[in-house]
């Protein structure tokens, strides 16, 4: 069977996660890593799904956490590779497990690091490090622009004091949003400008996520050319920390048809929200594609998919089909393995899609069921 009919056999909602095109991306990122030396770590907040842990690690050095929960989780699932964290502000209560579990903690700002250098054990194995914000960004979405004005995340120059950096060994910076290598190139030079001064004492530069690696047309030789060019001159150690690079184009959302109507246009509900269970949809938004259909107009049939929430604006998009669309019809969206089950919600007291990975060999594997109770237990 194909992978369309395997996955139409499954009961809906379900993510399906595709180890054929997440071993493709890993694959990818480990040829940057074995070329330069890197280290490359999955950003867990792009993608969670710790069954896949054990085949992620055998490619990557390691993961990176937005603070407690995904370090713990790293910690249990993908124990002996790395472990780094960033977040905005850590709390005192969380910082002994930190410590103890992670090989990187970055801090957002100098007051932070000064509140937690206190904490730091005698012979603590932990490195640490300060987000940087160069200012500058080619994002152009606001609320994806971590250079925004006012922004809180990272240190702009002007802030940076540079009498506290003892205990400190690098710097991180996270200003890329899908973007490419020449992107980074011209960010490069910003930071290089800014900061450059103090990485010829640090031990590492991370460049934070946003780097569209694995996506086609990506020009992975100038990403190598560069992470060589950083190495070199300031004699450090590079990391990067991928979260959509990791898990592009890795997965599915099988739903089913369950109404069909009409109101001055076509019209479908399905058994999945836009809302609940891929809500970057609104929040990017973006239009998530569906196998076998076309741009509204380009196939016969044209349809308005809506959710079966009751949020006027639950719309996933227009779409046109082949042959007239029936309940009961089975529809496969793509790319549906990041920030998607990351973000899912119980929203209108929607069910939580099960997960199934698909293997490579055409087998499928139920790895997790949801219901009732998992809307339940968050009230
Ligand atoms: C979101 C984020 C990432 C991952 O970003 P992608 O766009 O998924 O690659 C990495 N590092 C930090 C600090 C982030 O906030």
């Not at 905005?88 to 103890?100: F, T, V």
């Not at 922004?151 to 690098?170: A, D, V």
């Not at 998530?288 to 809506?306: K, Q």
């Not at 929430?309 to 779409?319: E, P, V, W």
């Amino acid at each position: 069977m194909d992978k369309k009919s395997i996955l139409k056999t499954l009961k809906t909602p379900c993510y399906v996660i595709d180890e054929e095109s997440l071993i493709k991306n890993l694959k990818i990122l480990k040829n940057v890593e074995d070329r330069t030396g890197c280290h490359i770590l999955l950003a867990q907040k792009a993608f969670s799904s710790y069954c896949a842990y054990p085949l992620i690690s055998q490619y990557l050095s390691g993961t990176t956490a937005s603070g407690i929960f995904e370090a713990r989780l790293a910690n249990e699932e993908m124990s002996g590779r790395q472990i780094h964290v960033f977040s905005p502000a850590y709390k005192d209560e969380d910082m002994p497990e930190l410590l103890e579990i992670c090989d990187h903690i970055v801090f957002n700002s100098f007051s932070q690091w000064k509140h937690f250098r206190a904490m730091i054990p005698e012979g603590c194995k932990t490195e640490f490090g300060l987000r940087i914000n160069p200012e500058y960004s080619e994002i152009e979405t606001d609320i994806y622009n971590p250079c925004f004005q006012y922004s809180r995340l990272g240190i702009t120059l002007e802030n940076f004091e540079e009498n506290e950096l003892k205990g400190i060994s690098g710097l991180h910076f996270h200003t890329m949003c899908e973007q490419g290598a020449d992107t980074l190139e011209r960010t490069l030079k910003i930071v290089e400008e800014k900061f450059g001064k103090y990485l010829y004492d640090m031990k590492w530069l991370n460049f934070g996520g946003g780097h569209h690696i694995t996506k086609p047309g990506y020009d992975v030789e100038k990403l190598i050319s560069l992470i060589e060019h950083i190495k070199k001159k300031y004699d450090i150690q590079v990391y990067l920390e991928p979260g959509e690079a990791v898990a592009i184009d890795a997965g599915f959302l099988v739903t089913t048809v369950l109404d069909v109507t009409k109101n001055g246009m076509n019209l479908a509900i399905v058994d999945t929200s836009a809302a609940c269970h891929m809500p970057d949809v609104l929040e990017m938004p973006y239009r998530p594609f569906i196998i076998d259909s076309g741009e509204p107009g380009v196939l016969p049939y044209t349809y308005r998919l809506g959710g079966p929430t009751c949020l006027a604006g639950d719309i996933i998009g227009d779409y046109s089909f082949e042959k007239p669309l029936s309940v009961g019809d089975r529809l496969i969206f793509t790319d549906m393995a990041m920030y998607s089950i990351v973000k899912n919600n119980t929203f209108n007291g929607m069910p939580l899609p099960d997960i199934y990975m698909l293997h490579e060999d055409g087998t499928t594997e139920l790895i997790k069921e949801f219901g009732y109770s998992d809307f339940k237990c968050r009230l």
